[in-house]
Structures are given as C-alpha cells and as structure tokens.
C-alpha cells in the first residue's frame, strides 16, 4: 500500500458510554458482552435531529415518572453548546406507554454553516450528579430521526446500534479468529463517499452526565479492510482516503489502520469514485474490522457507516453493523 499525504481533515470525539436506558435490569458495568448506543451521525444546516424515548413500562396507577437526560455530544465527546452558550442537554419525563421526544436543531451546532458536523446523542438517568442505569425504566427503547426541517420529512430513522468486543481477526495484528461482528454487504457508486465512524468504549462503568471525563487514557487500534462479493481484498489503482487529520493517496488494498484515543472516536472517509467499478454502476462491498491487541482486544466498539452524497455532503444513509451468535 502506497500513500501520499495531501491535506488534512479530523473527525475525532470523546465517547460517552453506552445508551444507559437499556440494560437496566444489568448491574454488572464490566462485560465485554453487547451493550446498546448511537454512534457517529453527520448533520447538516436545515435538518433537525430527534431522539425519542418510548417507556413502555405496563400501565400500573401506582407508576412514577421517569427522568431521563438528552445531551448531543460533538466529534470530541462533550455536550455542544449553542451559539448563547447555551449547552445542548434537555431533560424528559414520562409514565408507562408515553414516548417524549427532542428536537436538536442543526443550525445551533456550531460549524454546520461550514458543512456537515459529526454528532452523537447520549442518554441517561436524570439525578443529581449522575447515576447508575438501574434508576432507569427496565422497559425502555429509544430511536433517532434525522430530519428535512423544510420538508419535515425523515430520511433516517434508527434505534440504537450495538457495541460489541472485535476479536482478532487474520488480517489482524498478531493474527487471531475471525471476528464475532461485522457488516453486511452494501453498494456504492461514484458520487458517493463512505464514511467509517467507530466510537472506543473501553472496560468499566459507564460514564454519564455531568462527568463526562476519561479515566482511561490509553488508545487503541482496530483495523478496516474493505472487501467485495467474492470477499476478496478491493484494490485501488489509486483514490484518496482520509484519516487521521490527513487526506492520503492510496494504491493497493483499501485498508486502514486507525488509532482511535480511550474514550473517542474516529472517522475514515473513502471516495467511492476510487472503487473499480463505482464509474460503471453500483459495487457490492462489506468492510470486515479486525483489533490491533492488546489494547484493541480489550474494548467494546460501536461502528456506523454513512453513505454521503459528494456533491452536497449530506448524509444519505446510515448502515448499523451486522451481529451474530456464536456457536
């Protein structure tokens, strides 16, 4: 693989753990089983972001009700301020067979007059110096809506993806199993950039608001390979990636290794133009993540890719990884 520096461009934040509204019946914060979250989604001016929390608790007289905490994190992890100042965290109550929503516009995002900005929401029990996901409903969904403001139509609309442990893989460093979780198979054509966001949730409790500090401060590493139907490597006569701050010529396999910082996340951006095949049609592909150990082995991780539309850097669509058992 052969790569060229070019210029440079950074999607990296700060992880807040977790959806805390699910897994409530869990006291146990240390498995490296899956746990429940939204990743990276980028939004853009004249779209609106909603995050809607379903109690579906049965309907008991006695029921009270239930708090739960709404914060938009930016690329670095912490609660987005409005151009006042104003922090981007909202508070909703709900009984049993209610479903409270919030609308963030994008247009209060910093940046988003600029062009797309990377965001994530994060959800929690509402007391007093945060609390721990028990407090919460033990029956409760969430799902996100990304919005037309104009239109008032929904081009996105997803519940919460999955954090799970990716193993070694063979292409990994050292070589191991195949990985548990992946993706499936998705097309793209040129016109199109493939975004790869991944959020590193490394072991321990969850971290909630107000404290949203790192107590872990070593990185880690995961490895993306992109391969096509027959599950061959795609090689690349030569295209542009972007990672790590840098937009780099690539010729070879379309492959990455990220380093991504405790508690952060990372973006991989792919001109799909670069794909062979994307110029004449549309181009199965399925990337396949592989941990860099020890320290990559020793995390949980929450993928998502987006499908932008070149022209107008929106997104298009939002791809949440594929999960399956093993036996």
Same mark, same amino acid.
């Given at each position: 693989?052969f790569?060229?520096?070019w210029r440079?461009f950074?999607?990296?934040?700060?992880l807040? @753990?977790c959806?805390?509204?699910?897994?409530?019946?869990?006291?146990?914060h240390?498995?490296?089983?899956?746990?429940?979250?939204?990743?990276l989604?980028?939004?853009?001016?004249?779209?609106?972001?909603r995050v809607?929390?379903?109690?579906?608790?049965?309907?008991d007289?006695?029921?009270?009700?239930a708090?739960?905490? !709404?914060?938009?994190?930016?690329?670095?992890?912490?609660i %987005?301020n409005?151009?006042?100042?104003?922090p981007l965290?909202?508070?909703?109550?709900?009984?049993?067979?209610?479903?409270?929503?919030?609308?963030f516009?994008?247009?209060?995002?910093?940046?988003?007059d600029?062009g797309?900005?990377? !965001?994530?929401?994060?959800i929690?029990?509402? @007391?007093?110096?945060?609390?721990n996901?028990?407090?919460l409903?033990?029956?409760?969904?969430?799902s996100?809506?990304?919005?037309?403001?104009?239109?008032?139509?929904?081009?996105?609309?997803?519940? +919460?993806?999955?954090a799970?442990a990716?193993?070694q893989? +063979?292409g990994?460093?050292?070589?191991?199993?195949?990985?548990?979780s992946?993706f499936a198979?998705f097309?793209v054509?040129a016109?199109?950039?493939?975004?790869?966001?991944?959020?590193? %949730?490394?072991?321990?409790?969850?971290i909630?608001p107000?404290?949203l500090? @790192?107590?872990?401060d070593?990185?880690?590493?995961?490895?993306?390979s992109? !391969?096509?139907?027959e599950?061959n490597? %795609?090689?690349?006569?030569?295209?542009?990636?972007?990672?790590n701050?840098v937009?780099?010529t690539?010729?070879?396999?379309?492959?990455?290794?990220?380093?991504?910082?405790?508690?952060?996340?990372?973006?991989?951006?792919?001109?799909?133009?670069s794909?062979?095949?994307?110029a004449?049609g549309?181009?199965r592909?399925?990337?396949? %993540?592989?941990a860099?150990c020890?320290n990559?082995?020793?995390?949980?991780?929450?993928?998502?890719?987006?499908l932008?539309d070149?022209?107008?850097k929106r997104?298009?669509?939002?791809?949440? +990884?594929?999960s399956?058992?093993e036996?």
């Amino acid at each position: 693989m052969f790569l060229k520096p070019w210029r440079f461009f950074l999607v990296v934040g700060t992880l807040t @753990c977790c959806t805390a509204l699910a897994a409530a019946q869990d006291g146990d914060h240390d498995r490296d089983d899956a746990s429940p979250g939204f990743g990276l989604l980028s939004v853009a001016q004249g779209q609106i972001l909603r995050v809607n929390l379903t109690d579906a608790r049965p309907f008991d007289p006695g029921s009270t009700a239930a708090a739960m905490e !709404v914060a938009l994190l930016g690329a670095d992890g912490q609660i %987005i301020n409005a151009g006042d100042g104003t922090p981007l965290r909202f508070v909703r109550t709900t009984l049993p067979g209610q479903t409270a929503s919030v609308d963030f516009d994008a247009s209060l995002v910093p940046g988003t007059d600029r062009g797309a900005v990377p !965001v994530r929401p994060f959800i929690a029990a509402a @007391c007093p110096n945060g609390c721990n996901r028990d407090s919460l409903p033990t029956e409760s969904f969430q799902s996100l809506e990304l919005m037309e403001k104009a239109s008032g139509r929904t081009i996105i609309a997803i519940n +919460p993806g999955t954090a799970f442990a990716i193993l070694q893989g +063979p292409g990994s460093i050292p070589p191991g199993p195949p990985i548990r979780s992946a993706f499936a198979a998705f097309s793209v054509i040129a016109g199109q950039t493939i975004r790869f966001n991944i959020v590193n %949730i490394p072991p321990g409790p969850p971290i909630v608001p107000p404290d949203l500090a @790192c107590t872990h401060d070593q990185p880690a590493q995961v490895q993306v390979s992109f !391969v096509d139907a027959e599950g061959n490597n %795609i090689q690349v006569i030569e295209g542009t990636i972007v990672i790590n701050d840098v937009t780099l010529t690539l010729v070879g396999p379309l492959q990455a290794t990220l380093t991504v910082p405790a508690c952060a996340s990372a973006s991989l951006d792919i001109d799909a133009a670069s794909i062979p095949g994307t110029a004449d049609g549309n181009v199965r592909i399925r990337p396949v %993540i592989a941990a860099v150990c020890p320290n990559g082995c020793n995390r949980r991780w929450l993928p998502t890719i987006e499908l932008v539309d070149s022209a107008t850097k929106r997104t298009t669509a939002l791809i949440m +990884p594929a999960s399956h058992q093993e036996r």
